[in-house]
């Protein structure tokens, strides 16, 4: 079955710690995103990748990293410099834009929690 | 700067109402529009979606939405909602650049549908 894997689903650290989320698709997609989730805030947008090699900031990518070496694969490292970094986080994965629908998939999310 | 918004943050209605969620984007350029439904402790699910074509797009669960271009609007619409309708709606964008096959999706900060049985 063809989809995007976050793992873990649930996730703690203590403050002060760096903690890298994984988001895994094997849908063959060219662009991957990277979105946090909070309540009253919709979904906001930390990075996305339109290809291996290349990403780009977000609305609030502040504190945040990311890497895309492989097209599968676009990991998401929250540092210590995040101020509020406790969300839920959301990975998403859309085709290229070739006159076709690109509405994205998303994966399960994984909750962060740091104390 | 490029921003989808949403104005209702909560719409409480009574069921076989009408319900019309609006949403606006900011961009210039050629867009893809989405809404998201998430019902109560569950993921995101695409509802509809419009890239091209009749501007009225019809979705899942009696749903409906209509791309006003001139007005950079994507308003969901559904003629009588049910008990079941509550959860928070999403509008998505994905802007597409002209001269490049790349993209970005933002959303807009939800609204919050509640349903009076």
């Known amino acids: 079955d063809g989809g995007i894997t976050q793992s873990p689903k649930y996730l703690f650290r203590k403050e002060g710690q760096n903690v890298t989320l994984s988001c895994e698709q094997n849908?063959?997609?060219?662009?991957m995103y990277w979105y946090r989730q909070d309540p009253g805030q919709g979904l906001r947008l930390i990075y996305y990748?339109?290809?291996?090699?290349?990403?780009q900031k977000g609305d609030i990518a502040e504190g945040y990293s990311v890497s895309r070496e492989k097209k599968e694969s676009f990991p998401l490292t929250v540092t210590s410099a995040q101020k509020n970094p406790t969300a839920f986080y959301l990975c998403?994965?859309?085709?290229?834009?070739?006159?076709?629908?690109?509405?994205?998939?998303f994966g399960q999310g994984t909750r962060l929690t740091v104390v | 700067a490029q921003s989808v918004s949403q104005h209702n943050h909560h719409v409480i209605l009574s069921e076989a109402a009408s319900l019309e969620l609006g949403c606006n984007y900011s961009?210039?350029?050629?867009?893809?529009l989405f809404w998201y439904v998430q019902y109560p402790g569950q993921h995101l699910q695409l509802l509809l979606k419009?890239?091209?074509?009749?501007?009225l797009v019809k979705g899942i669960k009696g749903f409906e939405a209509e791309f006003i271009k001139s007005k950079f609007s994507f308003n969901l619409r559904k003629p009588s909602v049910q008990w079941s309708d509550t959860a928070e709606y999403f509008c998505?964008?994905?802007?597409?650049?002209?001269?490049?096959?790349?993209?970005?999706?933002?959303f807009g900060s939800g609204t919050r549908l509640s349903i009076r049985p």
């Open positions: 419009y890239f091209s074509g009749d501007p």
């Open positions: 998403a994965s859309t085709p290229r834009s070739t006159g076709g629908s690109t509405e994205a998939f």
């Open positions: 998505a964008v994905n802007l597409l650049p002209r001269y490049s096959s790349a993209s970005k999706i933002i």
């Open positions: 990748s339109q290809i291996v090699n290349d990403f």
């Open positions: 849908l063959n997609h060219d662009a």
């Open positions: 961009y210039g350029g050629t867009v893809n």
